[in-house]
């Protein structure tokens, strides 16, 4: 089945800074990949996503690149403000049978950024 | 629309009684997902419907976890009887069409602690 390896654990970075968090996944089938934030006592909340047919997809600050031949993918984030620290997860879309999918996630990156 | 709805937020309960958790999916969404959260296993699907039929119950850990949806409206997540090792942040998350190709949106979570 799939899997899903997100990296780094923890991301500590100073105001203003770039963070990047990257994510492998298993599956070449996979075809959805999407990005969720969650704040503290918060259920995830998608924040962006991109699908195999995009190489890269922005939203002012957010970005995400996905590399099908390498099955990888990543979250950029410019300008990095206190109010993005947060947990993120990377998630990727697993065929099911009779054509219906299911999202695995990656175990999720604590960014903190540092006034 | 007010999001997903979940009750109760939190739960303590002794090992062996019955919890019960429930979710009020998004208006007009046709799947509901239900998925536990750990420090261990990161976050994991438990179970899903569309239409209100469960198509993916692979993810329930053993018989003690039932979850069933009798209308488009309602949903419950039943484990009887429970145990020290089901403490744990249950989500409910809709979504409207295919499954895992299009955004989830998830409640707030019920913090289930049992003692």
């Given at each position: 089945g799939e899997n899903v390896e997100q990296h780094p654990s923890t991301l500590s970075v100073q105001e203003g800074d770039s963070a990047v968090i990257k994510c492998t996944y298993s599956d070449s089938a996979s075809n959805y990949?999407?990005?969720?934030?969650?704040?503290?006592?918060k259920g995830p909340q998608l924040i962006i996503d991109i699908r195999s047919n995009v190489g890269e997809k922005k939203d002012q600050r957010i970005a995400v690149t996905l590399n099908k031949t390498?099955?990888?993918?990543?979250?950029?984030?410019?300008?990095?403000?206190?109010?993005?620290?947060?947990?993120?997860?990377?998630?990727?879309?697993?065929?099911?049978?009779?054509?219906?999918?299911k999202l695995i996630f990656g175990s999720g990156t604590r960014l903190l950024v540092r006034p | 629309d007010a999001g997903v709805i979940q009750s109760p937020r939190h739960e303590v309960t002794e090992m062996g009684?019955?919890?019960?958790?429930?979710?009020?999916?998004?208006?007009?969404?046709d799947y509901l997902f239900w998925y536990r959260q750990t420090m261990m296993r990161g976050l994991e699907?438990?179970?899903?419907?569309?239409n209100n039929v469960p198509i993916d119950d692979s993810g329930m850990p053993e018989d003690r976890f039932s979850a069933k949806m009798p209308n488009a409206s309602f949903s419950t997540l039943k484990i009887q009887p429970s145990e020290p090792r089901d403490s744990?942040?249950?989500?409910?998350?809709?979504?409207?069409?295919?499954?895992?190709?299009?955004?989830?949106?998830?409640?707030?979570?019920?913090?289930?602690?049992?003692?």
């Amino acid at each position: 089945g799939e899997n899903v390896e997100q990296h780094p654990s923890t991301l500590s970075v100073q105001e203003g800074d770039s963070a990047v968090i990257k994510c492998t996944y298993s599956d070449s089938a996979s075809n959805y990949f999407p990005w969720y934030k969650q704040e503290l006592g918060k259920g995830p909340q998608l924040i962006i996503d991109i699908r195999s047919n995009v190489g890269e997809k922005k939203d002012q600050r957010i970005a995400v690149t996905l590399n099908k031949t390498a099955k990888h993918f990543s979250l950029h984030i410019t300008e990095t403000q206190p109010e993005d620290s947060a947990v993120y997860f990377c998630a990727a879309s697993m065929d099911q049978r009779g054509g219906s999918y299911k999202l695995i996630f990656g175990s999720g990156t604590r960014l903190l950024v540092r006034p | 629309d007010a999001g997903v709805i979940q009750s109760p937020r939190h739960e303590v309960t002794e090992m062996g009684q019955e919890v019960t958790l429930r979710c009020k999916p998004i208006s007009g969404h046709d799947y509901l997902f239900w998925y536990r959260q750990t420090m261990m296993r990161g976050l994991e699907l438990l179970i899903y419907f569309n239409n209100n039929v469960p198509i993916d119950d692979s993810g329930m850990p053993e018989d003690r976890f039932s979850a069933k949806m009798p209308n488009a409206s309602f949903s419950t997540l039943k484990i009887q009887p429970s145990e020290p090792r089901d403490s744990a942040v249950y989500f409910c998350a809709s979504s409207f069409g295919l499954a895992g190709v299009n955004e989830q949106f998830f409640g707030p979570g019920t913090r289930l602690t049992v003692l």
